[in-house]
């Protein structure tokens, strides 16, 4: 069970806070912007919402003392040169006849918490980013190395073409582009933070579309970004760590999460630098799209050919080194495996494969399952176990 999330200060101050509160998440507009393709003076915006915003305001996620507050902030979509706007159509007054108490209540600062995580050059003033916007269509250009060029089938019958550019922060031009983008993870990616851009060590991916109206007009579009950094391991090896790793929602269900993934995982498992590929603290999309994709390189080499239970060390260890996953990842992969190969209805296979699966989950839960007795520690590992099998079919139905 969770623990009960503290209200906003102010609720416990004010006796009609509700009339003055709302839910910062569902009153903030995140939008991608760029010139209208059917009138100049208009711009094209692709709205969407964030999935949070307690880092900005907090675990409550409530701002107090506005009546139909809108927070709207909006980026150009290749530049992401950025543009806010707080509006409301009533500010909180205490009445004349408050306690000296509630005259103390002051309302939330919108701009003021903004400001501390949005680009140092946002705007409030709309027709300077409405210049910026229409001078950027053209004039912008992805920093870093151009890596890798794919294509995804579009509404039309063709494709669009997306693109891949490596980026580091020695490009001080790119640190800037950087403390555009990074606004997006504290709204999409849980318990993530800003990483230190003085670090020249990070390894930054960012994914664009490319619209190549003619031979002298290319235009790009920000879809996504994933950051690496590299851990020492031993000698001159290194475990390169997946930090964050985001597709903005107008592109998400593209399958732009899977071939970037993939791509990265092709080029970091070719460095002979790199001995481990891991990730930090994946939520459960995430999870869900690495799985599919791991377990596809894996049965695609025709490693998994012979496993078979019971699946001991001699077998993880190997295809661990091999594949440069982590042995938890590579267990993972062929529990799914054999999922798929299992017959259910054969009683001594699926209770062989119970047991495997078992097994593994009694080592990783050691310290929380050491204190139970026999009887509530087999009944926990069995709910444990129904709900990876669950979770198991889940990703087996949309591979």
Known sequence: MEPEQPPHPAQVQVPD???????????????????????????????????FTYPLFGMHETAFGYKDLAINIQFA??????????????????????????????????????????PPDTTTNYDAFFNAVKADHEAFKPMGQLMHTYHVA???????????????FKDHKFREFHRRMQFFVLL??????????????????????VDKASASSVTYAFVGYCTAYPFYCWLDQIRLRISQFLVLPPYQGQGHGTTLYDYLYDVFSKRKEVCEITVEDPNDS????????????????GALNDVAIPVTRDIIEPLQHKFKLTSR?????????????LN???????????????????????????????????????????????????ILERA
């Open 17 to 51: 806070f509700d009339r003055w509160a709302c839910n910062t998440t569902e009153v903030m507009q995140l939008g991608l912007v760029s010139p209208s393709p059917e009138d100049p003076y208009n711009l094209h915006v692709e709205s969407f919402q964030p999935e």
């Open 77 to 118: 979509a290749g530049s992401l040169r950025t543009f806010v706007e707080v509006t409301s159509s009533a500010q909180y007054q205490p009445p004349s006849s408050s306690s000296s108490t509630l005259e103390q209540v002051p309302i939330d600062d919108i701009s003021g918490t903004l400001k501390k995580y949005l």
């Open 154 to 168: 579009n509404e039309d019958g063709g494709e669009d073409t997306f693109e891949v550019y490596k980026c580091s």
């Open 188 to 209: 999409f990616i849980e318990g993530s933070s800003f990483i230190e851009e003085d670090d020249e060590k990070w390894e930054i991916y960012t994914v664009f579309k």
């Open 286 to 301: 995430f999870c869900d799209m690495r799985d599919k994709c791991d377990l596809r390189h894996l049965v695609s080499s």
């Open 329 to 341: 990842q590579i267990q993972t992969c062929i529990e799914l495996h054999l999922l798929a190969q």
């Open 344 to 394: 259910k209805s054969d009683k001594k296979a699926y209770k062989a494969y119970r047991l495997q699966v078992k097994q593994r989950l009694y080592k990783f839960n050691y310290d929380a399952l050491q204190d139970m007795e026999e009887e509530e520690m087999q009944d926990k590992l069995h709910q444990t176990y129904m709900g990876v099998e669950q979770d198991y079919q889940r």
